[in-house]
């Protein structure tokens, strides 16, 4: 177990819909990234936070948006969804704001499927 | 932005024998290569990592090593198990690029037969 929580562990969506994916980080850890997983891109980053702070953006879409609450927690929303956001969504923590002195550990994922 | 290429894409070898993975990147400035293992349905977890100090770094049965000048890295596992079989993701990263975030690579499917 990596100490990162990522919840639902699954999600069936219809297109056009909104949902919130949610990620606590390991005790201790300041630094959240999102990544997405599909079958063909293999895992792309999306967008980091350190401490409350958006730090990096990667390929994230317009209709995606992020926030690091207080508590460290963070939340991707995914808006007007389509077909090709069927992926999972991976959330990795790490204690430092880089990952060269601090690895990234990654939680379980949620999975996404638009239908 | 920093691109990794990952090769092979599948690999299978069998029990005992040893596997070769390869990575390069093209950003000059990326300075730490992890490399990540993804059993089927799972997370991935670190296994490795290098930085740019350093040319090679050994762990157990599996190996990394790095040429900066040449801008690629490479996983070696020898002796292979049927525990190893997974896919592997290696990655790059530095300060200027994506804010220290990991680039990785597409993935290499590992499938080791007794």
């Known amino acids: 177990d990596s100490g990162v929580t990522q919840t639902p562990k699954h999600l069936i969506t219809a297109t056009g819909q909104r949902v919130t994916l949610r990620c606590s980080p390991r005790?201790?850890?300041?630094?959240v990234y999102w990544y997405q997983q599909s079958l063909d891109q293999g895992l792309q980053f999306l967008i980091h936070?350190?401490?409350?702070?958006?730090?990096a953006k990667g390929n994230i879409l317009e209709r995606f948006s992020a926030q690091q609450f207080p508590d460290l927690h963070s939340e991707l929303n995914l808006s007007s969804l389509e077909l090709g956001d069927s992926a999972l969504y991976f959330c990795?923590?790490?204690?430092?704001?880089?990952?060269?002195?601090?690895?990234?550990?990654f939680g379980n994922g949620t999975r996404l499927t638009v239908t | 932005g920093e691109n990794v290429e990952q090769h092979p894409s599948t690999l299978s070898v069998q029990e005992g024998d040893s596997a070769v993975i390869k990575c390069t990147y093209s950003?000059?400035?990326?300075?730490?290569f992890p490399w990540y293992k993804q059993e089927l349905g799972k997370r991935p977890q670190l296994i490795i990592d290098?930085?740019?100090?350093?040319g090679e770094k050994k762990d157990q049965r599996i190996a990394v090593t790095l040429n900066k000048t040449a801008k690629h890295f490479s996983l070696h596992i020898t002796e292979t198990q049927p525990e190893d079989s997974a896919v592997y993701f290696c990655?790059?990263?530095?300060?200027?690029?994506?804010?220290?975030?990991?680039?990785f690579g597409k993935g290499t499917s590992l499938l080791v037969t007794p």
């Open positions: 990795a923590s790490s204690v430092g704001v880089s990952s060269y002195n601090s690895p990234l550990h």
């Open positions: 005790s201790g850890d300041l630094s």
């Open positions: 936070y350190y401490n409350g702070e958006e730090r």
């Open positions: 950003d000059s400035a990326s300075n730490y």
């Open positions: 290098i930085r740019s100090n350093v």
């Open positions: 990655a790059a990263s530095n300060m200027f690029n994506s804010g220290y975030a990991l680039n």
